[in-house]
Nanobody, 116 residues
Framework: QVQLVESGGGLVQAGGSLRLSCVAS????????MAWYRQAPGKQRELVAIITLRGNADYGDSVKGRFTISRDNAKNTVYLQMNSLKPEDTAVYYCYVDPYNTSPIWGQGTQVTVSS
C-alpha cells in the first residue's frame, strides 16, 4: 500500500511564497509521473504542475513563471515552490503520484490561502 503525506500549506499574503511537499511511502518500485492539482470552492480540480521521472515539467497557464515543480526520486518526494502568490491561487492543493507498480494515488490535500 502506498501513502502520500502532504505538507507546507497555510495562509500567506499576496506576493508571498509557499513551498509544498509530498512524500510517498510504502510499497513503491519507482514513480513515473508526479503532479500537483488544485481545487478552489465551486470550481473543478485543475492541473497546476506535472513532472516526469526524467524531470520534464509542465505547468498550468495561470501559474507559469511563478510556480516551480521539482522532485527527489531518492526520497519519493515532489515539491511545489509557489512564488508571487495571488488571491486566486487560494485552493486545496492535491499531490498526485503514479507509481510503476500500482494505481495512481492522490494526497489528502493541503489548504493554501492567499490574502489580498
Amino acid at each position: 500500500q502506498v501513502q502520500l503525506v502532504e505538507s507546507g500549506g497555510g495562509l500567506v499574503q499576496a506576493g508571498g511564497s509557499l513551498r509544498l511537499s509530498c512524500v510517498a511511502s510504502g510499497n513503491i518500485f519507482g514513480i513515473n509521473v508526479m503532479a500537483w492539482y488544485r481545487q478552489a470552492p465551486g470550481k473543478q480540480r485543475e492541473l497546476v504542475a506535472i513532472i516526469t521521472l526524467r524531470g520534464n515539467a509542465d505547468y498550468g497557464d495561470s501559474v507559469k513563471g511563478r510556480f516551480t515543480i521539482s522532485r527527489d526520486n531518492a526520497k519519493n518526494t515532489v515539491y511545489l515552490q509557489m512564488n508571487s502568490l495571488k488571491p486566486e491561487d487560494t485552493a486545496v492543493y492535491y499531490c498526485y503520484v503514479d507509481p510503476y507498480n500500482t494505481s495512481p494515488i492522490w494526497g489528502q490535500g493541503t489548504q493554501v490561502t492567499v490574502s489580498s
